[in-house]
């Protein structure tokens, strides 16, 4: 069995080492018969990746403790669900995972654009050949799942906090989308070998970056709420070093969504495509670095992680070889058309851009202001949720501002008459919401009232664009009202999907910014009958509940939760399990959602004291789950972003049949 | 090269200048928190954050007069008590590795409260802070 696993490894990295060197050389003299064999050795790839990936999940399914990586992250006691989560529980895992991961999309991708963009995919196939044989190689001769031992009695078990629904979905997505960029890269950096540098490797890699960017984004909303209803401290981020390796590539992505529209209409920001695409791949295999490496958690044990030195001398090559190559190919970038009027579409989306980049790098510098510190100075120094929060704050709320204007502004000029007009109404409503909030007293948070008053001016702006859309449709013709507003979205699925995302992105920034600008904390040392108060609600504690199960003694406090006066709305349990055999004590929440309102109260059993009080803290958090609706929002949109559309292949087919013929 | 005067080039120039401002407007304020272990805290009276592994017995009420324990470095024999009052993270036992604020006050390390990060037993799973 583990023979078997280790010769698919070996299997797989001469493949996509074939792919590499014989794909390479096939697209430099032009020859098809080898470029469609190097083609096929990535598709090869992805079934030699499948075999090793089925082996570890069939040795974890057994329980087959003769694998060391086996024995390392599962017991006998774990459920079949938690054993085969296991896969990416643990460092060799994760990588065979991006290994396969990488080859799977791969080879769609080649199968998908081999008849349309043969040209294009000459190059993009050693480069994707070249970013797989890297992580094979580590999997064969540095990190391998396939290391056999004699086999222990049990295995040393996955930690509770592992054991959980969350840890089958939120990993995968994480690596469907940091592995789903290395797509767009491959095919940029083919663009670049092939001196194809038209906009066709844009259009041919549009959908899959949009879906690498939903599935990170997805995966990162699912992280925070795991984060949110288990972790148990009331936050669902933290700006911790994991996260922000995520959300920086994320950031980087959205930056190229954006962009990448500049150069597909007017032929502009070749060179700034090139440079996003490539930071937002190296971000990805950097924040797999981070995430396995195990640098920042552990500084001094740098040098010695010999994951963590390949990782980096990886993404030094990778840098200095998109580095090189942009330069080398500078003239073939030249913009076609250059910016008309700082007041335009292509003025806003370039604003829009800067900012991304500018959080990104503000995050990224964050991240890795201990190692800097620590190498300038010679004393490690950490940044914390305050810098983080300047900067969100300093280039998060004109980010969201121009969410609204960028859409409505006119392409190439925009006089300041259409202006006007079109953003009256928008700005009506704002400053109308924004008067009633101070009114209703949320001048409290300065920062709230700024974002929520640019939220309704982006919410308005898009409903006015809707509207709009539709009504010009009803003009049309003479459809109903539904069918006008369908056919809009179904003609135009790109922009009125991406209309959708920046509603979830409101939506998102209103639940942070209610939960975290106008959330109540309150912390009290209470014995049986007495009670507190937060946010006008009474907390009556009504004593312990106990109870035992073969694995943990489960402690619940009893909360009466009062609504002012004497009508009880709801008894909540907060409280704490102990787990016997792990020796480990887990905060178990009391979280009661108001669907009315979207505010959560959240009770935290703090401390058990042995006198039978309770040290309860109580969070009322408004809006939060506006949050985990965003999440459904932004899903949607991506979709309808996403679809097939007939019409708009048949536009590109025609457009590009002309470079077809000359390629 | 473009011609001078692009508008575009304006926009970076300015947009990196803008950026420069915010950053150094930044730093001058705030600047990062010194990262020490109870080795090296010696000497150090401002704010810094602390990073250790916890020996010996936790004794006293968090919610209380404060809870009292000891800190070592993880590779090391220094040693400093620490003072701590606020949520104590789930996680938190001897021999856990853990992160906290706070400042030196006449040898003993007074913490923020609430400022208690135990760090993960296996570094592959997610987060335990309890900020």
Redesign the interface.
Known sequence: MPDLGRAALVTAFGLLLYATVVGALAAWKRRRRLAASAQNALIAALVASAVASAVLLTALARHDFSFQYVADHTSRELPLRYALTAFW???EGSLLLWLLVLCGYGAAAVLTTRRVSRDLLAWTVPVLGFVGSFFAFMLVFVSSPFVTQRAPADGAGL?P??QNPYMAIHPPMLYLGYVGLTIPFAFGMGALLSRRTDERWIVATRRWTLAAWTFLGVGQLL?AH??YVE???G?YY?W?P??NAALMPWLAATAFLHSVMIQEKRG?LRVWNMVLVALAFCLSIFGTFLTRS?VI?SI?SFAQSPLGGWFLGFICVVTAGTTVLIVARLPLLR?RT?????VSRE?TF??NN?LLV?LCL?ILWGVV??LL?ELVRG?????????YN??LH?FGLPLLLLMGIGPLVAWRRASLRTLGRTFLWPLVAAIVAGAALLAAGAGSSRIGVIAYTFCIFVLSSIALEFVRGTRARKALGDESWPHAFSSLVARNRRRYGGYVVHASVVFLAIGIAGSSAYQTVR?Q?LGVGQSMTVAGRQLVFRGFEQRRTPNHRAIRAVVDVYDGGAHRIARMYPG?NQYFAEQ????EVAIRHDLLDGSDLFL?A??V?SDGSI?L?ALEKPLVNLIWLAGFVFVGGSLIALWPDAREERRLAERYAGAMARA | MPRNGSPARLVVALSVAAVLAIFLLYTSIAGGTPSLRPSTIAGHTGQVSLAGRVVGHPTGDAHGAGLRFTLRDVKGRATVPVLYRGTVPDLFKSGRDIVVDGRLRSGTFVAVPGSLITKCPSKYAPKHSSN
Not at chain 1, 584 to 587: A, D, P, Q
């Open positions: 529980g643990g460092q930690t906090s592992l992280g795991w984060a972790i148990g401290w936050g933290a911790d994991v996260e502009m195990g958690q001094h913009a250059k910016l008309e009027s700082l003025a370039l604003y800067l500018a503000t202001y201990p510190s004393q490690t120094s950490t940044v914390s949720k305050p810098y300047f900067f300093s912390e040392r704490k480990e004590v887990s905060n935290i703090d401390q004291n040290d803290k």
